[in-house]
């Protein structure tokens, strides 16, 4: 099966040509094409500005289908993220893989953004594979899973009970661990995207001038999280901090701050999952979204879930699959079809508050 699946959910513009036949070896995958245009647009602004992305959208569409479609046959589907997201960014997605589909004559399915995330663990990392060329075992990952997801607009602790069958347990009350990564790099002077900003800035940490920050809902009886409320906490010590400096943060502070607030936010994130991981009894593991690339949180998920998971059956996708892309769309957008491979979708909405 030939898919084009197209992913415009937030700042990121991303098409791929996925080309999945199912063997008896596995499902044997060919990525033919798989481009993701971050907008950098958004910079100046410190954060995604929802009019913006649209316009970028609508501009880069059609440049990058043009280089994706390149000697390449009209394929059989079109997957399209339909939420969650920002509703004008969905939109513009939806409104292409529309159009295209009736020009082509095929059919457009769409696929929720987050099991994007959870199945973008299924793609090895693109670097080392040969000719772009994969196989996905039938037997993907033990079931059931509990899966973190932990992204700039989610923070999500999700039970898979099947591929296409997901509950959502526990989730943040407040901003997600991304978006607090990028509010707290901006109270330093950072730029946008902060979350690889800070988490370069706490590698600089030496143990000297160690700060102290909450750890929010740590000790609720419950899997959900809180992060503004460390945001905030980092905000007040700023403020301390530059009242005493001639209104300035010496870099000893700033890194800190940061490496602190990583290892804040990766005693909650472990302690959620952990707890999660024994209630439920569950023998796999994932993690994905854009923090799932903090190196610091990586390790600790790593090392305290690895006492009750076996490591093999730990997932993070690989680096270049962190963030939003077209490929992990492709993918979840195979299974939907093929666990319903009669439906006709004649209707897509974008949602921005999409659950499962
Ligand atoms: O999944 P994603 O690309 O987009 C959303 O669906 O939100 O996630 C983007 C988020 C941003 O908040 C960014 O700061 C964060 O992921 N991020 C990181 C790292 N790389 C990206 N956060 C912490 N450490 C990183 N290395
Ligand atoms: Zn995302």
């Known amino acids: 099966m030939k898919i084009l699946a197209i992913e415009t959910s937030c700042d990121e513009t991303a098409i791929c040509y996925l080309e999945i036949n199912n063997t008896e070896k596995g499902l044997e995958s060919t990525i033919h094409n798989n481009i993701t245009h971050t907008q950098l647009e958004?910079?100046?602004?410190?954060?995604?500005?929802?009019?913006?992305?649209?316009?970028?959208?609508?501009?880069?569409?059609?440049?990058?289908?043009?280089?994706?479609?390149?000697?390449?046959?009209?394929?059989?589907?079109?997957?399209?993220?339909?939420g969650p997201g920002l509703e004008p960014a969905l939109w513009c997605g939806i409104t292409f893989a529309q159009e295209l589909g009736v020009k082509w004559n095929i059919p457009v399915v769409p696929v929720n953004h987050m099991e994007g995330h959870i199945?973008?663990?299924?793609?090895?990392?693109?670097?080392?594979?040969?000719?772009?060329?994969f196989t996905i075992p039938h037997q993907t990952f033990l079931l059931p899973a509990i899966a973190l997801l932990i992204s700039g607009?989610?923070?999500?602790?999700?039970?898979?009970?099947?591929?296409?069958?997901?509950?959502?347990?526990?989730?943040?009350?407040?901003?997600?661990?991304?978006?607090?990564?990028?509010?707290v790099a901006r109270i330093l002077g950072l730029p946008y995207p902060g979350g690889p900003e800070i988490?370069?800035?706490?590698?600089?940490?030496?143990?000297?001038?160690?700060?102290?920050?909450?750890?929010p809902m740590l000790h609720s009886k419950d899997?959900?999280?809180?992060?503004?409320?460390?945001?905030?906490?980092?905000?007040?010590?700023?403020?301390?901090?530059?009242?005493?400096?001639?209104?300035?943060i010496p870099e000893s502070t700033k890194s800190a701050i940061a490496h602190e607030f990583q290892v804040s936010a990766g005693?909650?994130?472990?302690?959620?999952?952990?707890?999660?991981?024994?209630?439920?009894?569950?023998?796999?593991?994932?993690?994905?979204?854009?923090?799932?690339?903090?190196?610091?949180?990586?390790?600790?998920?790593?090392?305290?879930?690895?006492?009750?998971?076996?490591?093999?059956?730990?997932?993070?996708?690989?680096?270049?699959?962190?963030?939003?892309?077209?490929?992990?769309?492709?993918?979840?957008?195979?299974f939907k079809i093929q666990k319903n491979p009669d439906v006709i979708y004649n209707d897509i909405k974008a949602v921005g508050n999409l659950s499962f």
């Open 42 to 82: 958004h910079i100046a602004y410190g954060g995604v500005f929802p009019a913006v992305a649209k316009r970028e959208h609508q501009i880069n569409l059609p440049i990058i289908l043009d280089k994706i479609m390149h000697n390449q046959d009209i394929p059989d589907v079109i997957c399209v993220t339909n």
């Open 119 to 133: 199945l973008s663990i299924l793609s090895p990392s693109l670097n080392s594979i040969e000719n772009l060329t």
């Open 153 to 183: 607009g989610h923070t999500e602790l999700v039970l898979v009970k099947d591929i296409g069958d997901y509950e959502i347990i526990g989730k943040t009350r407040d901003d997600a661990v991304g978006e607090a990564f990028d509010k």
């Open 199 to 215: 988490s370069k800035l706490a590698e600089n940490f030496n143990g000297n001038n160690p700060v102290e920050l909450p750890r």
């Open 223 to 248: 899997y959900d999280f809180s992060f503004s409320g460390l945001k905030t906490a980092v905000l007040y010590l700023v403020n301390d901090v530059k009242k005493d400096n001639n209104d300035i």
């Open 267 to 334: 005693e909650v994130l472990l302690k959620k999952s952990l707890t999660a991981v024994k209630d439920f009894g569950t023998q796999s593991f994932i993690v994905a979204g854009g923090v799932s690339a903090n190196t610091h949180i990586k390790q600790v998920l790593r090392e305290k879930i690895s006492d009750y998971i076996d490591i093999d059956n730990i997932y993070f996708p690989d680096n270049g699959l962190t963030g939003d892309n077209a490929l992990m769309i492709a993918i979840a957008g195979y």
